[in-house]
């Protein structure tokens, strides 16, 4: 299957196509159940339900100039298993109007939002800007979330200049292997598109498990990439392929654009 072909599955998948997403803006708003400020219609989400937090996105005005309706996500309380940390969240509705407006359940499935635990342990859901973001997973196991964290980490410490701790991690566990399992074509698309500048921008929003053999798992890493020039973000996929008793191992890199 070619990696063309793949994206298209993704995209057009209903994980993909089923419901909106929460975007990394700082636009949106996360009001937890101690949040003085939250608005009547999340207070009142809360006593319907175990949500710990709802986020509010905004969007843009449309063409013909109405107000657009907020996004609104539900999310799950933070646990912690091994080195990994998660939440499961889902995408709300606004349904009715005026006092009679309330919140739904928009999506049939939950996504796992995951992030790999620090020397001070989870980090905060939606914290400040220098807190590593929880990345929005579908049909991911947590052990199979650490390793390709933890590999592409490892493969593009490199390009952004800088140390890093979960780089510093894999290295340690398994030394020399990491920068050897991306692919030569991958790596060279890779480091055209995402130069040390751009990989300081650069985070995975995104991952899903691609539907095939039991024996030969694949990955798809979503990432967006802040555009400083355009005032826009660039977004790339990265294939990751986990034969049945071999490494994991980056094997492709495309735009999405």
């Known amino acids: 299957m070619t990696a063309t072909v793949v ?7 209903p994980a993909a196509a089923d419901a909106p997403h929460a975007p990394a803006a700082p636009s949106c708003q996360s009001f937890s159940r101690d ?3 939250a608005p009547p219609l999340v207070r009142a989400w809360f006593t319907a339900s175990a949500d710990e937090r709802v986020v509010i996105c905004p969007q843009s005005a449309t063409a013909a100039g109405a107000a657009a309706v907020p996004l609104y996500f539900g999310e799950g309380a933070v646990s912690q ?4 940390c998660s939440y499961r969240s889902h995408g709300l509705t606004l349904v009715g109007s005026g006092d009679a407006a309330r919140l739904e359940r928009y999506e049939r ?8 635990a620090g020397a001070g342990g989870c980090p905060q859901p939606h914290g400040a800007a220098d807190t590593p973001p929880y990345v ?30 979960h780089a510093e991690h894999a290295a340690a566990a398994q030394p020399h292997a990491a920068q050897g399992r991306i692919a030569p074509e991958a790596r060279e698309h890779l480091e055209a598109a995402l130069g040390p500048d751009h990989m ?42 986990k034969p049945l008793r071999g490494p994991y191992a980056i094997t492709a890199f495309a735009e999405t654009n």
């Open 7 to 13: 994206l298209l599955t993704l995209l057009l998948s």
């Open 35 to 37: 949040s003085q400020s």
């Open 81 to 84: 298993h091994g080195e990994v």
């Open 109 to 116: 499935s939950e996504a796992l939002d995951m992030a790999l």
């Open 136 to 165: 929005e997973t579908y049909d991911i196991a947590p052990a199979a979330f650490e390793s390709v964290m933890r590999l592409w980490s490892a493969a593009t410490a490199g390009l952004a200049g800088r140390p890093n701790e």
């Open 200 to 241: 300081r921008t650069t985070s995975v929003t995104r991952i899903v498990r691609i539907p095939g053999s039991v024996l030969h798992h694949r990955y798809a890493l979503f990432l967006s990439v802040a555009d400083t020039a355009g005032g826009s973000a660039a977004l790339y996929v990265v294939y990751v392929d």
